[in-house]
């Protein structure tokens, strides 16, 4: 088998009572059987995480990728305006914007993961305090868009 993607109808009807925002990521697979575990989650109403989907594939690829988020927005995450969440790696980008991928600026954002960023940015330059600092720049910028859009509420 080369590439296992599975949900259930739980997870996946549960969905609508996330919020809009989803998580992709991915993590190899050591031990007996190789390859890559991709997951998909959601966070419902009391910030808990909710699990909707995992594949088993051949690696990081962007076709495994592409295979991965078409599938999720054509049967699993198929209503408009979410946030795919991810790290900053290329097959993910790539396969996000591939044609055909069914998520399209018309109908979803991808952003990318705060976490990461600090992660990334800590092995090339290895400073925990510039970490925290990156973190809190970046939780900072999401408090100010909060303030901005329910100030902007409250004048309607």
């Known amino acids: 088998i080369r590439r296992k993607l599975l949900s259930n109808k739980p997870c996946i009807d549960g969905l609508k009572y996330c919020k809009s925002i989803v998580q992709v990521d991915g993590t190899f697979l050591y031990g007996k059987y190789k390859g890559t575990l991709l997951v ?45 969440i991810s790290d900053r790696h290329e097959s993910i980008k790539n396969a996000y914007a591939r044609q055909g991928s069914g998520w399209t600026p018309e109908n979803s954002v991808h952003v990318f993961c705060i976490f990461h960023i600090a992660q990334n940015f800590m092995r090339h330059f290895k400073n925990t305090e510039q970490k925290k600092l990156i973190i809190n720049m970046g939780m900072y910028f999401l408090s100010l868009i909060t303030f901005i859009c329910l100030t902007i509420f409250q004048q309607y």
């Not at 995992?54 to 198929?78: M, N, P, Q, R």
Request: hydrophobic residues 50%; glycine residues 4%.
């Open 40 to 84: 998909v989650v959601a966070q419902d109403g009391n910030n808990k995480i909710f699990p909707i989907a995992f594949a088993i594939v051949e690696g990081e690829t962007v076709d495994a990728w592409f295979f991965f988020l078409h599938y999720l927005k054509i049967h699993v995450c198929s209503q408009d305006s979410l946030c795919l």
